[in-house]
């Protein structure tokens, strides 16, 4: 798994690749508690283009990035979810929960802290 990340405006995207499992989610959560807690960046966008697989353990990690950002008021949002994916977050009801987009595009344009409903 490859995790990097990128500033537009003020948004911070975190692009992964690869599959999130039991073994590589430390290193998605130290990145998200890092942007939300430490940079204190207003937007927190997570790129899910490029992951196929997606476990409990990193829809944990996904779960406590949204927690703390909105314990920090920030916005988090989530794009590109392949079907594996989001079959995952639907079977967990997860789905509604998150701020989810189709297109970084979508994820730019909505509103930090509005109502960016699942798609």
């Known amino acids: ?11 911070s995207i975190v692009d992964v690749t690869g599959d999130i499992t039991l073994y590589n989610t430390p290193e998605v959560r130290k ?7 430490e940079k204190r960046v207003k937007r927190v966008i997570v790129n899910l283009e490029k992951v196929k697989y997606i476990d409990s353990a990193g829809v944990a990690s996904l779960v406590e990035g949204l927690k703390l950002s909105r314990d920090l008021k920030s916005g988090f ?3 590109g979810l392949s079907r ?33 409903g699942a798609k």
């Not at 995790?3 to 948004?11: C, D, L, P």
């Not at 990145?31 to 807690?37: A, E, P, T, Y």
Request: glycine share 6%; hydrophobic share 45%; charged share 25%.
């Open 1 to 11: 798994m490859n995790i990097s990340t990128r500033q537009f405006e003020n948004a």
């Open 31 to 37: 990145i998200l508690l890092d942007l939300l807690k």
């Open 77 to 79: 949002a989530l794009y």
């Open 84 to 116: 594996t994916t989001r079959e995952v977050l639907e079977l967990t009801r997860l789905l509604k929960v998150f701020e989810v987009h189709d297109t970084e595009e979508e994820a730019l344009s909505a509103i930090p802290g509005g109502a960016g």
